[in-house]
Structures are given as structure tokens and as C-alpha cells.
């Protein structure tokens, strides 16, 4: 069975940086990709201010989600608060890992309620910096979320009573199977980022498919295995790399 591949683009706000963010509409219209979009409901990540504040931005979000985009609750504010890497250990910093469930629910609710304002329902969770636990999973489950665009895996599963999306790349990269999420930050993308995505799409549009259209399959041994084996491989490159810059 040949590779299939699902596009993420991350850190969507009122003062993303537009144009960037509507030459990534243009490919995904052109190509019909239906994208996974992480957006910061309230965003206070001083990184992600990369153009003035838009007032028109929970309108391009409804106009998103109306053409078959699919939303996702990315945080609340972006902002880390402590240094837990939580469910999936990338990042030692986090905006929910070790916090209270009280805490993280209270996060969430807000987060939520930004969206429901106006007229928009998050049907899949990002967490900033992969970092989320178990507190974070009961909070996501009050408000109607059971899907996570997270964890390295070869296919979808499900555990801990959620549906898991894999993200195992952060460019675009034939593989040989499985089920891949090419995560993107569209507000960090130069020229090169975007000529790589628009060839590989071109190349591989057949291969590109919806979450609507995802199998989940229990989390088994070969899930566990790909996970255990990927990231050293993929830290041992990291280091390879920066030995020869």
C-alpha cells in the first residue's frame, strides 16, 4: 500500500501573516487539499505577531471551515508556563502539561468559547509544542473533542478513548507506506517552502487524502515499534547534520 498524506498548517491568529497564509489557500484551492488548521484562539505568543491585527480573521476561519477545512483548537494563548513534556516527549515546554485539570479545563472552555463566538466548532486538538497529558485529554473530552493531531505512529489509532492523527514530518517527503501529517508553520514559509510544497503536491496530489476519510485502528505493536525506533533515528540524523554546519 502506497504513502498517504495529510497537510497541517500551524500558528493561525488574527495577526498571522497574510499573505503568506492566502498563497497556502491559493495551493490548497488549486490542488483541493482540505488541510488540518491549528489556530490560537487568543493568542499572547509574541512570535506569532507577524502583521497587524486582522478583523477579518474569524471570517476567513467560517470560510475555512464552510469549504471543508478542518479546524483545530490550538492552545489558548501559546504562551508555555512550565517545562513538562507531557503525552509525547518532543518539547520540554508546555501551555497544559503538569497543570491541573482544573487549570487546563479552564483554558480550554475559553479557547472553545473564542471559536463558538463565532460560529466556528474545533473538532480536532494541537497542542503548542506537542506538550499535553492526561488532564488535558479529560478537559478536551467536556468540551466535545476526541480527535488529536499528535503522536509518531505509521497509521491513525486510538487511545485513551481518543482518535490520534499521527505527525511524524515537518516537510514534504516521499514515503514509502503509512499515513503521514506534513506539519507547516505558513508564517515561517520562504520561497523555497512554498515552491517544495506546491511541486510535491503536484507530483503526489493522488496520494493526499481527508481526516473525514481516516480508518483508526487500535494502538498496536507495530505503532509501538515504529515509535521507539523513529525518534532515535531521526535525533542521530538531527546530530549528523549539525556536525557537518
Not at 204 to 211: G, L, P, Q, R
Request: charged residues 25%; proline residues 4%.
Amino acid at each position: 500500500m502506497s504513502a498517504k498524506y495529510i497537510v497541517r498548517f500551524d500558528d493561525a491568529s488574527p495577526t498571522m501573516n497574510k499573505k503568506k497564509w492566502q498563497r497556502v489557500e491559493r495551493l490548497c484551492d488549486e490542488y483541493n487539499i482540505k488541510p488540518i488548521v491549528a489556530i490560537v484562539p487568543n493568542n499572547k505568543d509574541s512570535d506569532l505577531v507577524c502583521d497587524s491585527y486582522d478583523s477579518s480573521f474569524w471570517s476567513k476561519v467560517k470560510d475555512w471551515q464552510d469549504k471543508g477545512w478542518y479546524i483545530a483548537l490550538h492552545g489558548y494563548e501559546h504562551k508555555y508556563v512550565t517545562q513538562n513534556s507531557g503525552l509525547v516527549p518532543i518539547n520540554n515546554r508546555s501551555e497544559f502539561a503538569g497543570l491541573s485539570y482544573e487549570e487546563q479545563k479552564e483554558k480550554i472552555e475559553k479557547g472553545m468559547r473564542i471559536f463558538k463566538e463565532h460560529g466556528i466548532e474545533p473538532n480536532i486538538w494541537v497542542a503548542p509544542a506537542h506538550s499535553f497529558d492526561k488532564n488535558t485529554l479529560l478537559a478536551l473530552r467536556e468540551v466535545g473533542i476526541s480527535i488529536v493531531s499528535d503522536g509518531i505512529a505509521l497509521y491513525p489509532f486510538v487511545k485513551y478513548g481518543f482518535k490520534w492523527i499521527p505527525q511524524q514530518l515537518w516537510h514534504f517527503r516521499v514515503m514509502p507506506f503509512g499515513v503521514w501529517t506534513i506539519c507547516l508553520h505558513p508564517n515561517k514559509m520562504g520561497k523555497d517552502d512554498f515552491k517544495n510544497m506546491e511541486d510535491f503536491i503536484k507530483k503526489n496530489k493522488e496520494s493526499f487524502i481527508d481526516v473525514s476519510s481516516l480508518k483508526y485502528k487500535n494502538f498496536c505493536v507495530l505503532n509501538m515499534i515504529f515509535g521507539k525506533v523513529y525518534w532515535p533515528i531521526r535525533r542521530l540524523r538531527s546530530m549528523m547534520r549539525k556536525g557537518k554546519s
